[in-house]
């Protein structure tokens, strides 16, 4: 596929919506529009007795309270461990001191540039930074058994939760 041309429809504060003008591998032209959004990180957080930490919160988009694996954004110049890190304070209160990288996906490759890193994240400590918009996120702490079952319940909807912590049972099983 190729290229052709490439408008901006929407700037705003964390995406840009383009419209590109295509040619594809059939010659025919196409339209596609595309979501820019700066890549982000997702973890699953594991406390010291083999439970994670979940957060609850509201979702606008979803008009619902998601229960979800700790994530966000990547700032400029941030670096993903840095940005986990970061997130891990600001939302769940800890740091952690050990972080493992174990893939990562597009969250939603047909419209968006988005790129999730997912971790690991162990041997966490009390470390809280405040940030203007967790005010309203609940921190629960799930232990490991019952995740599948969440998952399978629906109770876990979110797909970077479903699939971060589908990879941690995989890994896990592994070791």
Do not use: N
């Amino acid at each position: 596929m190729k290229t052709i041309g490439s408008t901006i429809v929407h700037q705003g504060d964390i995406f840009r919506l383009r419209r590109d003008e295509v040619v594809l591998p059939s010659g025919r032209k196409a339209t596609r529009e595309v979501v820019e959004h700066a890549d982000a990180v997702a973890v699953v957080a594991v406390d010291g007795t083999g439970s994670v930490l979940l957060e609850r919160q509201y979702r606008h988009a979803a008009s619902k309270e998601l229960l979800e694996i700790p994530a966000g954004g990547i700032e400029p110049g941030e670096t993903p461990e840095a940005a986990i890190c970061r997130e891990m304070q600001e939302e769940t209160g800890f740091f952690p001191r050990k972080l493992k990288k174990i893939g990562g996906f597009y969250s939603a490759p047909g419209w968006a540039t988005e790129y999730l890193h997912l971790f690991i994240a162990t041997d966490l400590v009390p470390s809280p930074l405040s940030a203007e918009d967790t005010d309203e996120i609940k921190l629960e702490t799930v232990p490991i058994s019952r995740i599948s079952q969440l998952i399978v319940e629906g109770v876990i909807e979110d797909g970077k939760s479903i699939a971060g912590l589908l990879w941690y049972l995989m890994i896990r099983e592994e070791h």
